[in-house]
């Protein structure tokens, strides 16, 4: 990850769990949960996640862009012959 956040242990959670969730939803906080010391999960806001999402929705749409200029140049491969070579796999 590129950005800054903070780590923070998930026993620390249990006991100030919602401290933690106000400074991710009203202080934009990134918080990384580790177990042992290794991440286990991440809490963002909810503006942050429905950014990501609209992220990953603007990259399937380019990829499928590609794919129809790709179609449209190329053609497509009949059904039988994909089914063919699965087969043969």
């Known amino acids: 990850m590129d950005q800054e956040y903070t780590t923070v242990p998930a026993t620390e959670l249990r006991e100030h769990g ?3 969730v106000n400074r991710v939803a009203f202080g934009n906080e990134e918080v990384v949960l580790t177990r042992r010391g290794k991440p ?3 809490l963002i806001s ?3 996640l429905e950014a990501l999402h609209r992220l990953e929705d603007a990259e399937d749409v380019a990829e499928a862009s ?3 200029a790709d179609v449209g140049a ?3 491969i009949p059904w039988e012959e994909i ?3 699965l087969h043969r796999s």
């Open 18 to 20: 919602s401290e933690i």
């Open 40 to 42: 286990i999960a991440a």
């Open 46 to 48: 909810l503006a942050s």
């Open 66 to 68: 590609v794919a129809r």
């Open 74 to 76: 190329n053609g497509t």
């Open 83 to 85: 089914k063919a070579e």
